[in-house]
């Protein structure tokens, strides 16, 4: 009896020291979120309880790039969020889902997303490690549920490897699926457009952006408020609802009528590159979009925003100028980096 | 070799006894028995009748217990991430399993719900995973409660009736914390066992009056969410505080 308890103890020592021995020691190289010169710290820390680390962001980028996060492996994240259009969908007012269907909003660009406190045009969504399960599980974009990926990610060869090098061991569950996730979109940080250069000195205005740029800081920065051309706040610009969609934004969400038509103001970094324009996408040009704010704004909204109830007066000159700045917002270091790819 | 054995249990054995006799424990195990009208829950196949004379059935009775807090000797023992997801369907998921320092205990405390901490702080695991189909991906934040079947007396399709009962912001906190007396000894060398009652049938009344007819569906946080969750508060009772013997 005695010597058997010792044979197994022994089995058990010598098992323990060999499973030691394969495993790599868990050692992640941390990485520290990039906060621009000049910008405000994030309002929240988003990697609080999700180290940023480089085999999380390899493991992020790998799940975000990977079709089997939907039901018929068609729809990565990255179809409809495409780095050459700022991680937005290039040319279409709503994306494509399984099945034959579309989105029912504009599928917003993905940068700076660590500034960002509430996500979606409606804000539904208060943390980055959760947003992925919107369009996950949606059956008009990639139709999946959850515990399926996760069994597709657990068969695969490569995955159980790219776990345990995030998080130091194998197991794949949802949460660190998702916060691998969060470590790739949230490290997406635009801060490299001519605008940006011209910010740091390294470059200058032609007299036609500069004076678009001393145009903007007049009108618009109110809401698209520099460095990150957003404010996050949700308001009402004055679009007539749409009548197929019937899309009252923000109220939706906090089911409070003086959020009716509220949708989040986008960014305008990258704004040339990701047309069309608004929540569902219904302005192709941006000079169509900026004629909404000269003329085609519906005054008679209660909702509407109360820094547009005279819209913008603006001429022609103004406009055009003022879209040549727009252009220098556009980060092609960003939509070109290997390192989002 | 057989030196070797020794040696170890000789390590490691007086320190297991060390770290039990440091903290006089007793092994507490607390029981949800999910009923309608006191008598236990039967999914499916039993039609139940509530105060306003409408059938229903039930197909789906699921809520989360979380921050477990007991007084006991007037000292409060706070249990550290206490989260636990009772299921109807899953035997496993209807007891909880503690191990409290030995007293004479109050009464036990939790919230019926999920923290709103938990509900702003991204992706969880174990009985706070959002593959528990207990999660908003749309408007995020935890169905705190889901009790789902189906009434003759329902308008909506299939005359389903669906309570996803949720909202952790302010106007909209349907989190209730409940407190249950307990009035008991807990001791060290028997295994305390605490039965909890879960009654479906507080759903629909007291304070407010839910008729299947006009309120089948409550999937959104607000008004109607609410008075469900002041309805459903007082589901609890501790019906039996055994000491089985072992």
């Known amino acids: 009896m005695k010597q058997r308890i010792t044979i197994l103890l022994l089995v058990f020592i010598i098992v323990a020291a060999f499973a030691v021995d394969i495993a790599p020691p868990y050692k992640p190289t941390p990485l520290k979120l990039i906060i621009p010169k000049g910008w405000p710290q994030p309002p929240k820390n988003i990697y609080a309880g999700n180290p940023l680390t480089e085999e999380g962001f390899q493991l992020g980028k790998k799940l975000f790039y990977d079709g089997r996060l939907s039901k018929d492996g068609n729809f990565a994240c990255a179809s409809c969020h495409q780095q050459f259009a ?46 992925p399960l919107s369009p996950l599980t949606a059956a008009n974009e990639m139709a999946e549920n959850i515990d399926s990926v996760l069994i597709k990610l657990r068969k695969d060869t490569a995955y159980p490897k790219l776990f345990r090098a995030a998080f130091g061991t194998n197991v794949i569950n949802s949460q660190r699926m998702l916060k691998a996730l969060a470590q790739f979109t949230g490290s997406i940080v635009s801060y490299n457009s001519k605008y940006d250069k011209v910010q740091r000195g390294e470059a200058t205005f032609t007299p036609a952006e500069q004076k678009g740029y001393d145009f903007f800081k007049a009108k618009c920065s109110g809401c698209h408020t520099e460095p ?112 989002y790819h | 070799m057989v030196r070797l054995f020794y040696f170890i249990s000789a390590l490691v054995f007086p320190a297991i006894l060390f770290s039990q006799k440091k903290v006089p424990a007793a092994n507490v195990k607390i029981s949800f028995v999910n009923t309608v009208n006191h008598v236990p829950l039967v999914l499916d196949s039993v039609t139940y009748t509530n105060a306003f004379a409408e059938n229903y059935t039930v197909s789906k009775f699921k809520y ?77 934040g935890y169905v705190m409660a889901k009790l789902e079947g189906n009434s003759p007396a329902s308008t909506v399709v299939n005359n389903k009736v669906e309570y996803h009962i949720g909202g952790f ?62 309805n459903y508060s007082k589901m609890f009772s501790v019906i039996k505080i055994s000491t089985p013997a072992n």
């Not at chain 1, 917003?108 to 943390?127: K, V």
């Not at chain 1, 949700?234 to 509220?262: C, E, P, Q, V």
């Not at chain 2, 914390?177 to 305390?192: C, E, F, H, Q, S």
């Open chain 1, 86 to 131: 700022a991680f937005a969908s290039y040319d279409h007012d709503f994306s494509h889902g399984f099945n034959n269907t579309f989105t029912t909003r504009n599928a917003p660009p993905l940068f700076n997303l660590a500034w960002s406190p509430l996500l979606h045009w409606d804000g539904g969504i208060n943390h980055i490690e959760v947003q």
């Open chain 1, 228 to 339: 990150l051309f957003t404010d996050n706040s949700f308001r009402n610009n004055g679009m007539a609802i749409n009548s197929f969609l019937k899309d009252y934004g923000r109220m939706k969400i906090t089911r409070n009528k003086n959020d009716s038509l509220k949708f989040k103001v986008p960014s305008l970094r990258n704004v040339t590159l990701t047309f069309p324009y608004m929540h569902d996408g219904r302005f192709y040009s941006i000079g169509n979009a900026i004629d909404h704010y000269r003329t085609g704004i519906i005054t008679t909204q209660p909702t509407l925003d109360t820094a547009l109830k005279n819209r913008i007066a603006m001429g022609n000159t103004e406009k055009n100028n003022l879209i040549y700045f727009l252009y220098t917002l556009a980060d092609t270091t960003l939509t070109k980096s290997l390192r």
């Open chain 2, 64 to 140: 989360y217990i979380s921050n477990l807090f007991l007084v006991a000797d007037k000292k409060n023992i706070a249990v550290k991430e206490s989260y636990y997801l009772v299921d109807e369907k899953d035997t496993a998921t209807k007891s909880i399993l503690l191990t409290l320092p030995v007293g004479n205990y109050e009464s036990l405390s939790f919230l019926l719900g999920v923290d709103s901490l938990k509900n702003v702080s991204g992706a969880q695991s174990g009985a706070l995973d959002p593959t528990n189909d207990m999660f908003w991906t749309w408007n995020t």
């Open chain 2, 169 to 230: 912001a302010s106007a909209d906190n349907v989190i209730k914390k409940i407190t249950l007396p307990l009035n008991t000894n807990i001791n060290k060398d028997t295994v305390t066992e605490i039965i909890i009652e879960a009654d479906i049938n507080t759903w629909w009344q007291i304070p407010n009056d839910i008729l299947i007819a006009a309120n089948a569906v409550c999937t959104n946080p607000g008004v109607l969410a609410k008075k469900i969750a002041a």
